[in-house]
Nanobody, 126 residues
Framework: VQLQASGGGLVQAGGSLRLSCAAS????????MGWFRQAPGKEREFVAA????????QYAGSVKGRFTVSRDNAKHALYLQMSSLKSEDTAAYYC????????????????????WGQGTQVTVSS
């Protein structure tokens, strides 16, 4: 199983970035997927989640309306479109796969996720 996050970088406040997560080694369209982030000195926090076929999404309140999670099951890929970025969005972003979340279900609880990627750094300068 491999989850490879990419697309991070340095961006000015108000700018946009699109993160990608390439998945392999498991049946991608049978897993709910999520994005989490962790800033230095802080605990990991939930960002967004998406159900098997993308029919249901969930967002943290701090990113709702600014971030959009999506997936392409044919490409085994997960995305996070981030806009109106703020300095407080600075963190390492991780994608994760949730095996036991069928249908439209999603979860924001990190302990429910089975597989994790290595993270990609997003730095927002003010």
């Amino acid at each position: 199983v491999q989850l490879q996050a990419s697309g991070g970088g340095l961006v000015q406040a108000g700018g946009s970035l699109r993160l990608s997560c390439a998945a392999s080694g498991f049946i991608f369209d049978k897993y709910a997927m999520g994005w989490f982030r962790q800033a230095p000195g802080k605990e990991r926090e939930f960002v967004a989640a998406i159900s098997w076929r993308g029919g249901n999404t969930q967002y943290a309140g701090s990113v709702k309306g600014r971030f959009t999670v999506s997936r392409d099951n044919a490409k085994h890929a997960l995305y996070l479109q981030m806009s109106s970025l703020k300095s407080e969005d600075t963190a390492a972003y991780y994608c994760a796969a949730d095996r036991f979340r069928p249908g439209y279900q999603v979860t924001s609880q990190d302990y429910e996720y089975d597989y994790w990627g290595q993270g990609t750094q997003v730095t927002v300068s003010s």
